[in-house]
């Protein structure tokens, strides 16, 4: 796979919600980095992350990272970890584990 085809990662995208989701979470950045998307925000989450990372997996599961990230992306914590999420489960887990929902 070319690494700089982010399809997959505008697929997941897409599967949250679209570009949409940024408004509702109040993102600072969404990055698109081929089978992963990355999204950092804003709002005060109810695991104290402000990053999470959605990966697609081998076996077209995905992998849901969250992630505290502080001094300017010198301190990284990983906060929370749920693997083996279908696609109709990942707003499910987003929202579940940060507290903050991505539709109105």
Not at 47 to 57: D, V
Request: include cysteine.
């Amino acid at each position: 796979m070319n690494t700089t085809d982010n399809t997959v990662a505008a697929t997941i995208l897409e599967q949250l919600g679209g570009v949409r989701i940024g408004v509702m979470i109040g993102a600072k950045s969404i990055g698109l980095d081929g089978r992963k998307l990355k999204v950092r925000f804003a709002a005060k989450s109810l695991n104290k992350s402000n990053h999470f990372e959605i990966e697609l997996a081998d076996n077209d599961t995905y992998a849901v990272s969250f992630w505290k990230i502080g001094r300017g992306g010198l301190e990284c914590k990983k906060v929370a970890e749920t693997t083996m999420v279908y696609a109709n489960g990942l707003r499910q887990v987003v929202e579940q584990s940060t507290g903050l929902y991505l539709s109105l």
